[in-house]
């Protein structure tokens, strides 16, 4: 692994199924995020984890829930999804530098019908 | 509130310059970020700004004027791989980014 990997790569869910999309980083960065992005708007934050064992809400948290057990996994679980989750995903972890760049993982396409 | 400004598209020549425009709004300052986002794929990070003045990276430089809450990314002798959307993003106070739409660029040749 080098850098952040997610999984799925895509996905079409029913609407009332739990699902989670994963995310795991192997450069040993303490903060995760976890955005969606929606055509026409910016990146939207879902929750946040600065460091294991801690998370927080971000712009958009309903219908969502994270947990952060180690440094290096960051799941993200949509309880009952409905069809405004339909969205893409992206994981990323910051550096805590100076500049604490942000890197992101590939994404995950959802499609809830 | 908090808000990014950013053009929905331009268009631009190859070999060209272009400067993208960029306003923000934050609670709060901790630097001005943007990103490159090809179509389909993941935005990567191109420049950070937190003083005021010009930060040239190559073909790639970025403009922080403080007062004004303005930001520009100039690229020049742009190449058909330039095509991307441009994400502008500005750091609060809690050390969160805050995101505008994106402005998509496309290179003609």
């Known amino acids: 692994i080098a850098g952040i990997t997610q999984a799925p790569t895509s996905q079409i869910l029913a609407a009332g199924r739990r699902m989670t999309l994963r995310c795991t980083q192997d450069m040993r960065h303490n903060a995760m995020y976890w955005y969606r992005q929606d055509l026409g708007l910016g990146l939207r934050l879902i929750h946040y984890s600065n460091t294991a064992g801690t998370t927080g809400k971000g712009e958009v948290p309903d219908g969502y829930s994270v947990s952060r057990a180690n440094t290096d996994d960051f799941p993200l679980t949509l309880a009952s999804a409905v069809p405004s989750q339909t969205s893409v995903y992206f994981c990323?972890?910051?550096?805590?530098?100076?500049?604490?760049?942000?890197?992101f993982g590939p994404g995950t396409r959802l499609t809830v019908l | 509130g908090q808000n990014i400004d950013q053009p929905t598209e331009m268009t631009a020549t190859e070999g060209a310059i272009v400067q993208i425009n960029c306003t923000y709004q934050t609670s709060g300052f901790n630097g001005l970020f943007w990103y490159q986002q090809h179509a389909g794929e993941a935005p990567t990070f191109l420049s950070y700004n937190v003083l005021d003045g010009l930060e040239e990276k190559g073909r790639f430089s970025s403009f922080l004027s403080r007062s004004k809450g303005y930001s520009y990314l100039l690229l020049k002798e742009l190449q058909m791989k330039d095509s991307a959307s441009y994400l502008c993003a500005g750091m609060d106070s809690n050390y969160q980014l805050i995101w505008g739409a994106g402005t998509k660029l496309i290179i003609k040749p």
């Open positions: 990323a972890s910051s550096d805590g530098g100076t500049t604490d760049t942000q890197y």
